[in-house]
């Protein structure tokens, strides 16, 4: 009997274009005697539920747009490609605890969000937002008092030490910045492969750094966790940037400190999402904003693809999969 014996991909049109395209979806079709397409733009849960129980595939291929899935699965559903990155919205525990195969897309996009975190890293560094607000709202001009920054030669931390920080060092190596970490697992054989300083405390991390970048995932132990002590310890003219997640900050805490005007921030995630229309970070010239645009853009979307096609075909030839999601990894992830 062919492995998998059918395939649903219960994705939006969008997201069919865009995480497989073609030769993409000719080689998940090519996986199994039984492909079916979903669209869920626009479906309710119940609709979902309904449809994937009567199409009872042994592989879901899912998405962002996907809803979640029901407390009761179809009989054949063994394994859960997840297209995009956490899952903890849109599959319980409870599935995972009983066997259910989950993947997500790991490291395949970690790059691209690392080049957002660049980004904002020099925005700041530049004053960008600053000069972009001055010269549409004043018809500014450099002057001989405008200050601007470099990256090259700075002290950077990082708060997190997963895939995307990793890229972030890989992708300021030119820069020869001395780059000192903050997370649980980096151990002196991480410190020596990546060229980084592990530091045992945020307080440290925060005061010996002019950039800090925040990439800790957004678990119990890390919600609220950078506080506006920890803030002030950024002498002024230093950078923050959050591309992690928002909850992970008091933002409360980083508005009074962004609106004093002495540090610049890159803020790509917030607590709240979109968000509103009337926060005051809105406006503020020493901080970037971007609405959760860090990763993948649409034209990397496809790495995604590749990686879950990928995990496909070694789930058809019965071999391990990649990023799958174990009890551990569901608990420590955002």
Known sequence: MPRPASILAAITAIELRDFLPEPLLSEVRALTPQFAHCDTTELSAAAFHAALHQANPEVLIACWKTPPLPAELPPALRYVCYLAGSIKKFVPRAHIERGLLVTNWGGSISRVVAEWALFHTLSCLRRATFWTLAMHREGAWKNGSSETASLFGRRVGLHGFGQVAREFVRLIQPFQCSISVCAPDVDAE??????????????????????????????????????????????????????????????????????????????????????????????????????????????????????????????AADR??????????FDTST
Do not use: C, W
């Open 190 to 315: 991480t410190e020596r492969r990546h060229g980084v300083r592990a530091v045992s405390s945020l307080e440290t991390l925060f005061a010996e750094n002019e950039i800090v970048i925040e990439l800790a995932p957004l678990i119990p132990a890390t919600a609220g966790i950078i506080t506006e002590k920890l803030l002030r310890l950024l002498r002024p003219g230093g950078v923050f940037v959050n591309v992690g997640r928002g909850a992970v900050v008091d933002e409360a805490a980083l508005l009074r400190v962004a609106q004093e005007g002495k540090i610049m921030v890159g803020l790509d995630v917030f607590s709240v999402e979109p968000l509103p229309a009337d926060s005051p970070f809105r406006g503020l010239p020493n901080v970037t904003l971007t609405p959760h645009l860090a990763g993948p853009t649409t034209d990397r979307r496809r790495d995604a693809g590749e990686f879950s096609v990928a995990n496909l075909r070694a789930y």
């Open 320 to 329: 391990p999969l990649q990023a799958l999601i174990t009890e551990r990894v």
